[in-house]
């Protein structure tokens, strides 16, 4: 690979390995990074790797990916866990710009892979939003071995059993891409007319789950036998749109209904005056998703010139979702052929939604280097 690229420098590495490698993982460390003179590595432990159009579930591997940015400009923060507290403990919105000054200037888009076992990842994230609003994020959660409650992270510190590594790139590279959470949108799209928390009492003046009734009574018996009750609840997070289309919403669990009142529990904090629309997934909806949001994106590039990609994708997705192998990354490699895309499954993935960051679940994201 190193003399394939010959005689352009590698500005930075990506390699993602599955469990089955992991008591190598210093040793792969150490040739990537100090034999083979990658200058800015990063990656994380994972349940299934992903190179170009092809995907390898719960198989052993190792997926890397070098890349040649010609005119970009790369910082890196390696961070514990213990950090990312101080982080949400502070109040600060600009905790993490501080430590990285005068490095966050001009930066136009991260990477980070982190730990989900001892970092609140929705608290993290959002101390990182306040530092870098605006600037869209992608990445996810490595794979963790539930027996033994360990996970690893490759960052600028070597191999880390707990944190996270932030790599951003800035100057003449910028990062494109596409966050596709595998759902429809159903019914209306109706506004909040109240809600107290995580619970969403009515919608359209109405009571949440009466709408919820309606909007599945509406599907057809095919539908609602294929969806096996998947329903969800989208939140708008751009009030500014005229017409909401997939990719428009934040996609959250419906976590319980509440009768006599009407009302559900929500896995997010929907706000008054906030536009939603429940949503449903299941293996024909995600992949028209994926195609439409593949295509926008294919538009957002044209004319640019793009040096390759990253992606992640949830675990939950794969053959476990479509029944066939290698869906996810025979949709999004066209987006970058013939430059290289590497990936990995794992346990959340981050991609922005109407121009904020979010965590995601059952989603793939994929971030493309291209010049500004």
């Known amino acids: 690979m190193r003399r394939a690229l010959l005689p352009r420098e ?19 460390y150490d040739i990537l990074k100090n034999s083979l003179g990658v200058p800015r590595l990063a990656g994380c432990i994972a349940n299934g790797v992903i190179a170009n159009q092809w995907e390898f579930e719960q198989k052993g591997g190792i997926a890397l990916g070098l890349y040649h940015l ?3 400009r790369i910082e890196s923060l390696s961070f514990s866990s213990k950090l990312a507290q101080e982080a949400i403990s502070s109040g ?4 993490w710009r501080k430590l990285i000054e005068p490095g966050a200037e001009g ?10 076992l001892q970092i609140n990842i929705e608290e993290w994230l959002a101390t990182w939003e ?32 707990e944190g996270g590594i932030a790599i951003g790139i800035g100057g003449g590279v910028g990062l494109a891409g596409l966050t596709a959470q595998g759902c429809t949108p159903i019914g209306d799209a109706l506004t909040v007319t109240k809600a107290k928390g995580n619970i969403l009492e009515r919608l359209g003046n109405r009571p949440a789950l009466s709408m919820l009734e309606n909007a599945y009574n509406g599907l057809s018996e095919e539908t609602r036998t294929r969806i096996r009750g998947n329903l969800f609840l989208g939140l708008a997070v751009d009030e500014y749109l005229d017409d909401f289309q997939r990719g428009d919403f934040l996609v959250r669990n419906l976590l319980a209904s509440s009768d006599p009142k009407g009302s559900l529990a929500v896995g997010a904090y929907p706000r008054v005056g906030q536009t939603a629309q429940f949503q449903i997934r299941d293996k024909v909806g995600a992949s028209e998703e994926l195609e439409t949001l593949v295509a926008r994106t294919k538009d957002q590039l044209r004319g640019k010139r793009v040096f390759g990609a990253c992606v992640s994708d949830c675990s939950g997705r794969g053959s476990r979702l479509f029944g ?4 996810d ?24 939604v109407g121009g904020k960051n979010f965590v995601h679940g059952y989603t793939v994201s994929m971030a493309v280097f291209t010049e500004c």
């Open 130 to 161: 306040a530092s870098f609003p605006g600037t869209p994020l992608y990445g996810g959660l490595a794979h963790f071995d539930p027996d033994a409650m360990s996970t690893m992270v490759m960052g600028d510190d070597g191999v880390m059993l």
């Open 107 to 116: 930066i136009n888009g991260w990477f980070v892979f982190a730990e989900p």
């Open 10 to 28: 590698i500005d930075l590495g990506l390699v993602f390995i599955s469990p089955g490698w992991a008591e190598f993982v210093e040793e792969i």
């Open 92 to 95: 600060e919105d600009d905790y």
């Open 324 to 327: 066939e192998l290698h869906h």
């Open 70 to 72: 010609p005119g970009s």
């Open 329 to 352: 990354s025979k949709a999004v490699y066209p987006l970058v052929e013939p430059q290289g895309a590497v990936g990995f499954f794992g346990n959340g993935e981050f991609g922005p």
